[in-house]
């Protein structure tokens, strides 16, 4: 589908974009090429089949959450200073 150049110049006034000839030249074939795969798009088969989805692992399988040992409160605010009950981190980001 070939888009008309008249099309592609109101395009451009209303995103406030400047081309000469030859630019708009260039921005119509590619203006072109994304309708082109916009209507190939449209063809494919995008219906939702719900027997593609992975529904096949049942609750009953998955794992138990258990709680397990996790790293020591102490060691992870180590380097952090209580000021007025807030942790005060050191600056990483300049």
């Known amino acids: 589908m070939a888009i008309e150049l008249k099309t592609i110049q109101h ?20 203006m072109g090429d994304i309708i082109e795969l916009m209507d190939e798009i449209k063809s494919f088969d995008l219906t939702y089949d719900d027997t593609k ?9 998955t794992r138990e959450d258990i709680a397990q ?9 180590q380097n952090a200073e209580n000021t007025d009950g807030c942790y005060v981190v050191p600056k990483v980001v300049e």
Not at 18 to 29: F, I, R, S, T, W
């Open 11 to 30: 395009l451009c006034e209303l995103s406030k974009l400047n081309y000469d000839e030859a630019g708009l030249e260039k921005v119509m074939g590619e």
């Open 53 to 61: 989805d992975n529904n096949s692992i049942a609750f009953a399988d």
């Open 69 to 77: 040992p996790s790293f020591p409160t102490e060691k992870l605010l």
